[in-house]
């Protein structure tokens, strides 16, 4: 890496700039003052993956760039790397997925309302948590497109709203308002926790399911859609209805990006009784336009892409009155409609969901906003997961317009991952050995397949990372590709 | 048994407690540094609603939150599974149960509630149990947990048969009698009764209610399962889960065993029935076990389950450990509510021997609270003219006697004494 790449790389860093647009735009005299200021205003601000970088260092690459002519170029008014301090700085974090991140002044922000809470605690419940839970579910209706605030309620996770939507399943089962032997259809790339609660709520009270066999690698949302209206056909066939389609926004492993609107809208005319869109991921790293995509329940985590400390969800409804859906840990707001129930569960630490506007003011200090972040990491994700393919000789498992924030990479298929264990062994390996902490993921291959990709790397992108973060994790893999290693090691 | 034991014990494994010297006993103004947080200027009598968090337990609290924002992965993999088992397996000792497979942690009683009562659920759905088949429950039952019933036992075709309880009271005799009646009714016209929900210290108003009497009494009277709402109990009064003898007994450890919020154990006996129950938030682990289910649900921040190690060493800076605590906060909540009820000219709602860490205080009836909405309005009142938070219950009585609960603690102890002391 010669000299000039290493001052690009370093103001790259240390200003959050793309290292292509560093090079073609300048900056303004005037924006080198407060840029100037900035870093020497935070003293807790520097560099660790280049050493020993400083101001006057910094001064130089603008002094540099001053001279020329240039367009102005608004810059992050955010310090990324003090806001992500807390961040392990020796792991390679390309896992934003699973976990989410949340910046320090989101965290300040929780503690101040865990204190308030523990300075007095009945004056905080009878004064101040309605009136802030009502503040971020305005703040998410706003952002979701959502029509009032009614259809915007509150709740810890994905998978707390699962368990509510389907419990709402099993009580029309047992209130006879569905018979034995209907059906719910969902795909079968459905997260885990959701396939669980679909079997303790909908099989047990006497549902069938029917999963969605998509493709994987993939090649385009009409795969997709004929896999799913195959499905559909199933649901309905020897007289069942299909009372509940649950249709991944985003799946999580393999992380592909579902065409939802067009799914929704077959389900409506194929007669589905009720659609939910399971959208962990959704806010934060796509567009998320709750009345354009028009199904019955809509859930997502602000804790993954939308830098909310763990954990909150919501789930919007979209008839809330007509739903009788419940939370099912029942406190004194019982029948009082779903958002209310949902804002008192009994006490607990409910900081995480007060936040929301700290959060989106976070957000807006970006240009851009959350469009801005969005469009960002999705072009860094692509870059990176190009870069990675590139290196190891293997392809993304969708076209770029099907990932989000996250993309799989193909492993090396001389790795031998044989199952969903060899997966996730080697995943700790490389947390262990490499601190690289990236999911994999097994997809079995086909009868037939000659040395196929059986592993996928589902590679994230937020505002912390760094490109060396890739570069640890393709040298990793090159490192054990290299060296002979297969995942047979981990079956003695 | 069933508590924290002062003495060295070295029975087992974890060390829970080694008396210390007497030196190293906690001081006035370390309990006052410990909850300095609590807003000055408020007189905190109402420990029972939320109750408290040192600050010791909360900063350990910070560095487990802090260790899943560092890299919640590993987290998730290497340390979250290992701290709640040994967080279960404390508090297995805590309540004497015999398996640590036996405890379950949960956010609250009120979840609690929820796990239980859903199991019941699912027996009228399923037709393990007939409609109309009943579940018996006190009148001062925790409006949450009433709530729960209806949503759970009252939709899935079930009905609830209420006791209720004299108050004032002057004995357990009279609860023990009351119940009896309650339970002849639920079993009337072949009706079995399928679940009894007792609680082990009421709310509001606030008692001791003699469980191991019910639940005997229970057993006798062919009850199928028993649910012990102790939201109170551990920390306040002695936990023997064993002796106590009920089938699911759950308890808080935010209100008096200082863990911040929030955090409950759920004991639920061994029996065939027992892995009936299900976490209703349902994730990877379902059907490993309720305590399995309830370690996981879900990514959220569960740092407050994590600390009872932590606040076990906190206890054991008080001289007598827990059992020192309780008995101290007993006798000056007794103490303070015999001045009180001197100086207004009524009396304690129970005997001293039914009050917990809790007592109930007439308020003089001149204040003329004759509805739980005046007993709100006076409690904010007090609240925002006096700040002076005590939640206020109104009985409606033929004489119209009301009460105020009020709760002593190690610090509220230090800080009457410190009022008494200006005076003299």
Request: hydrophobic fraction near 40%.
């Amino acid at each position: 890496m010669n000299i000039m790449f290493f001052l690009f790389s370093l103001a790259s860093t240390l200003f959050r700039t793309p290292i292509s647009t560093l090079s073609r735009s300048c900056l303004s005299s005037q924006h080198y003052f407060r840029l100037f200021s900035m870093a020497a205003k935070n003293p807790h601000h520097h560099l660790e993956e280049n050493g020993g970088a400083t101001t006057v260092m910094a001064a130089d690459i603008l002094n540099r760039h001053n001279s020329s002519s240039c367009k102005k170029r608004k810059l992050f008014d955010i310090d990324v790397r003090s806001e992500f301090s807390h961040h392990d700085p020796a792991v390679a974090r390309i896992n934003n997925g699973s976990f989410g991140s949340c910046p320090s002044s989101v965290i300040e922000a929780q503690q101040r309302y865990q204190l308030r809470f523990l300075e007095q605690p009945d004056d905080f419940y009878f004064n101040h948590l309605k009136p802030s839970i009502l503040r971020s579910r305005e703040a998410i209706k706003t952002l979701i497109n959502a029509d009032h605030v009614d259809e915007i309620s509150i709740v810890d996770n994905a998978t707390t709203a699962a368990a509510i939507v389907l419990q709402q399943v099993k009580w029309s089962f047992f209130e006879s308002k569905f018979n034995p032997g209907d059906t719910a259809v969902m795909l079968h790339y459905a997260y885990g926790a959701v396939k669980k609660s679909v079997e303790a709520y909908v099989t047990r009270a006497g549902g069938q399911v029917i999963e969605v066999k998509m493709p994987f690698p993939v090649a385009s949302n009409h795969e997709i859609i004929t896999a799913f209206r195959n499905a559909l056909e199933v649901g309905k066939s020897n007289n069942r209805k299909v009372r509940l389609a649950i249709i991944d926004h985003i799946t999580s492993m393999p992380s592909v990006v579902i065409p939802v609107k067009e799914l929704v809208k077959m389900c409506r005319e194929e007669g589905v009784d009720r659609i939910f869109v399971d959208a962990a991921h959704a806010i934060g790293s796509i567009r998320v336009d709750v009345k354009e995509i028009g199904a019955d329940f809509y859930t997502s985590n602000l804790h993954k892409w939308l830098f909310c400390p763990p954990s909150i969800a919501f789930l919007h409804c979209r008839t809330p009155e007509l739903s009788n859906l419940h939370h099912p840990v029942v406190s004194h707001e019982y029948g009082n409609g779903l958002a209310i129930e949902s804002s008192w569960i009994g006490t607990r630490d409910y900081s995480a969901q007060l936040v929301v506007p700290e959060a989106l003011e976070f957000v807006n200090r970006f240009e851009g906003g959350i469009d801005g972040i969005m469009k960002w990491n999705h072009q860094k994700v692509i870059e990176m997961a190009d870069m990675l393919a590139k290196s190891w000789g293997t392809n993304l498992g969708t076209p770029p317009d099907m990932c989000s924030s996250m993309a799989m990479v193909g492993l090396p298929a001389c790795l031998e991952i044989m199952s969903d264990s060899d997966g996730l062994k080697l995943r700790s390996h490389l947390r262990e050995f490499f601190k690289v902490e990236v999911p994999i993921y097994y997809r079995q291959p086909k009868v037939g397949e000659v040395n196929p990709v059986t592993g996928y790397a589902r590679i994230s992108h937020q505002i912390y990372n760094i490109v060396d973060d890739y570069y640890r994790l393709r040298d990793a893999i090159n490192n054990l590709v290299n060296s002979g290693f297969t995942c047979k090691v981990f079956h003695d | 048994m069933g508590e924290i034991r002062s003495q060295g014990d070295d029975s087992n494994h974890i060390h829970l407690a080694k008396k210390p010297k007497l030196s190293s006993f906690i001081t006035q103004s370390q309990i006052q540094q410990e909850f300095a947080h609590h807003q000055p200027g408020v007189s905190r009598l109402n420990n029972g609603s939320f109750g408290s968090c040192p600050g010791s337990i909360i900063a350990a609290q910070k560095r487990w939150q802090l260790k899943f924002l560092q890299q919640p992965d590993d987290f998730f993999f290497n340390q979250l599974p290992t701290q709640i088992l040994r967080s279960r397996t404390l508090i297995k000792e805590i309540i004497n149960a015999d398996d640590v497979s036996e405890v379950s942690i949960v956010d609250n009683a009120t979840t609690a509630a929820a796990i239980v009562l859903q199991h019941v659920g699912w027996a009228f759905a399923e037709g393990r149990f007939n409609k109309g088949d009943a579940v018996v429950m006190l009148h001062c039952a925790f409006q949450a947990v009433k709530k729960s019933i209806e949503a759970y036992v009252t939709r899935a075709g079930g009905s609830v048969i209420v006791v209720h309880l004299p108050f004032p009271i002057h004995s357990n005799e009279e609860i023990i009698s009351e119940f009896r009646k309650g339970l002849a009714r639920g079993k009337a016209n072949g009706r079995k009764v399928r679940l009894a929900i007792i609680d082990h210290i009421t709310s509001m108003p606030s008692l001791i209610i003699p469980v191991r009497e019910l639940v005997k009494i229970c057993r006798e009277e062919g009850v199928s399962q028993v649910f012990v709402d102790a939201a109170h109990a551990v920390g306040s009064v002695s936990v023997d889960v064993k002796d106590i003898g009920a089938d699911f007994y759950v308890s808080n450890l935010h209100k008096w065993l200082f863990c911040p919020p929030s955090v409950a154990l759920l004991y639920c006996r061994k029996s065939s029935l027992s892995s009936d129950l299900h976490h209703p938030v349902v994730s990877h682990e379902y059907g490993n076990g309720l305590a399995i289910e309830s370690a996981w649900i879900g990514t959220r921040d569960y740092s407050s389950q994590l600390l009872v190690p932590e606040v076990i060493d906190f206890i054991n800076r008080f001289e007598g450990g827990i059992e020192g605590i309780r008995n101290r906060n007993h006798e000056a909540v007794v103490e303070m509510a015999e001045m009180l009820a001197k100086a207004w000219g009524t009396s304690l709602g129970s005997p001293p021997e039914m009050c917990p860490s809790m007592a109930m205080v007439g308020l003089p009836s001149s204040l003329g609270v004759l509805s739980d909405d005046d007993a709100s309005r006076l409690r904010n009142h007090l609240r925002d003219q006096f700040k002076v938070e005590v939640p206020i219950h109104y009985q409606p009585l033929k004489d119209t006697e009301v009460g105020s609960r009020e709760e002593g603690d190690a610090t509220n102890k230090i800080k009457s004494e410190a009022k008494f002391e200006e005076y003299d």
